[in-house]
T-cell receptor
Framework: QKEVEQNSGPLSVPEGAIASLNCTYS??????FFWYRQYSGKSPELIMF????GDKEDGRFTAQLNKASQYVSLLIRDSQPSDSATYLC??????????FGTGTSLTVIP | ETGVTQSPTHLIKTRGQQVTLRCSSQ?????VSWYQQALGQGPQFIFQ???????GRGNFPPRFSGLQFPNYSSELNVNALELDDSALYLC?????????????FGPGTRLLVL
């Protein structure tokens, strides 16, 4: 059973603050890790992916991966009200099949 | 917009009926994956099609079946609908083969079973 765990939240941060979203996974064979954002009533949209241990930055977003600890996180700097959404962590194995967590609900307070 | 389209957008069926959902993949993508997302949950993997062949299946019963066509579009069929089948059905397309490829989602079909 491949499990992906996320704190369901809700997580509330003030506008301009850093939001930190966390995800753990059970399958040590997982190779690729993705963060998707999902607005209410919409489909998931890709924010970024990470394959290697360490940090990967893309604009206001930074993904962090620690395979030894089976942990991946997403930092959102200078959070904006438009960042309010559910953030889904997805993990993929060699079969190219994605396993999702239940998502973390983020609210950015103006 | 990802270039992945799905139809219909919404659907209401009654228990025991059958439904077919359709997905057109993004240009250049030969792999389609289907997911079921219940309210408040993350997407659950149903199955994946790569070059018209099933390439993996999640923990869903055989009444969930699919097809992929030569143009890489795909269908998800669900027979003998149950109330718990009410969910958002998402398809995602990606390039196939080799290393893991990013999946891009369509807008989804919201199915309600009464």
């Amino acid at each position: 059973q491949k499990e992906v765990e996320q704190n369901s939240g809700p997580l509330s941060v003030p506008e301009g603050a850093i939001a930190s979203l966390n995800c753990t996974y059970s399958d040590r064979g997982s190779q690729s890790f993705f963060w998707y954002r999902q607005y209410s009533g919409k489909s998931p949209e890709l924010i970024m992916f990470i394959y290697s241990n360490g940090d990967k930055e893309d604009g206001r977003f930074t993904a962090q991966l620690n395979k030894a600890s089976q942990y991946v996180s997403l930092l959102i700097r200078d959070s904006q009200p438009s960042d309010s959404a559910t953030y889904l962590c997805a993990v993929s194995n060699t079969g190219n099949q994605f396993y999702f967590g239940t998502g973390t609900s983020l609210t950015v307070i103006p | 917009e990802t270039g992945v389209t799905q139809s219909p957008t919404h659907l209401i069926k009654t228990r025991g009926q059958q439904v077919t959902l359709r997905c057109s993949s993004q240009s250049g993508h030969n792999t389609v994956s289907w997911y079921q997302q219940a309210l408040g949950q993350g997407p659950q993997f149903i199955f994946q099609y790569y070059r018209e062949e099933e390439n993996g299946r999640g923990n869903f019963p055989p009444r969930f079946s699919g097809l992929q066509f030569p143009n890489y579009s795909s269908e998800l069929n669900v027979n003998a609908l149950e109330l718990d089948d009410s969910a958002l059905y998402l398809c995602a397309s990606s390039e196939g083969g080799g290393a893991v490829k990013t999946q891009y989602f369509g807008p989804g079909t919201r199915l309600l079973v009464l």
